[in-house]
């Protein structure tokens, strides 16, 4: 069975400040790994997912297939990054539509 | 458009009650995805519907919860003899299911089901 671990519950930072959250995956096929975000009183919402290799609101990820890792990074924290943020792995079936295995979390806390 | 929708947002129920959370899914959208959300524990997957049959029921965590959906659409979570385990914010989520990595999944509010 696959697993999706992150290990930060809480991260403070300061604005301006850069910004890794970590995330690492188990699982021996082909994963697909996303971030997803949920910023106070809205709905969970992607943020990016490593296939498509993008960057969104300044935040970008890297799948590290060695080091079974997918960390999300921004080079420099806003306020308003202030959120959930939840790693979340799709095995890859072919069929497009698997449940999500999410990682527990971590509370982004961007300080003025 | 209009996003997935849950109802009811909130519910409060005694030990032993039979509850029914109910998600309607985006237009379209063809799957759909029940998840779990304990303090504590994440989200945890609990049953995903492509079309009205459910290919992955893998993550029920107990006979006593089931789920069905009709007409492609409206889905609903039942859960009989609810137990004080059993509070936890409820997602739904839908998506278009592509074929390989063509694929997104919008969430609803959620529903928070608190049992006393």
């Known amino acids: 069975a696959q697993r999706v671990t992150q290990p930060e519950k809480l991260l403070s930072v300061f604005k301006g400040a850069p910004v890794e959250l970590k995330c690492n995956y188990s699982y021996s096929g082909s994963p697909e790994l996303f971030w997803y975000v949920q910023y106070s009183r809205q709905r969970l919402q992607l943020l990016l997912r490593h296939i498509s290799r993008e960057s969104i609101k300044g935040f970008t990820a890297d799948l590290n297939k060695g080091e079974t890792s997918f960390h999300l990074k921004k080079p420099f924290a806003q306020e308003e990054d202030s959120a959930m943020y939840y790693c979340?792995?799709?095995?890859?079936?072919?069929?497009?539509?698997?449940?999500?295995?999410f990682g527990k979390g971590t509370h982004l806390i961007i300080q003025p | 458009g209009a996003g997935v929708s849950q109802s009811p947002s909130n519910k409060v129920t005694e030990k032993g009650k039979d509850v029914e959370l109910r998600c309607d899914p985006i237009?379209?959208?063809?799957?759909l995805y029940w998840y779990r959300q304990s303090l504590g524990q994440g989200l945890e997957f609990l049953i995903y519907?492509?079309?009205?049959?459910?290919?992955?029921k893998s993550g029920l965590p107990s006979d006593r919860f089931s789920a069905e959906r009709t007409g492609g659409s409206v889905s609903t979570l039942t859960i009989q003899r609810t137990q004080q385990e059993d509070s936890a914010v409820y997602l739904c989520a839908s998506s278009t299911p592509g074929t390989g990595y063509s694929y997104e999944q919008y969430f609803g509010p959620g529903t928070r089901l608190t049992v006393t």
């Open positions: 519907f492509q079309g009205n049959s459910a290919p992955d």
């Open positions: 979340a792995l799709r095995p890859y079936s072919g069929g497009g539509a698997d449940g999500l295995t």
């Open positions: 237009s379209g959208h063809t799957a």
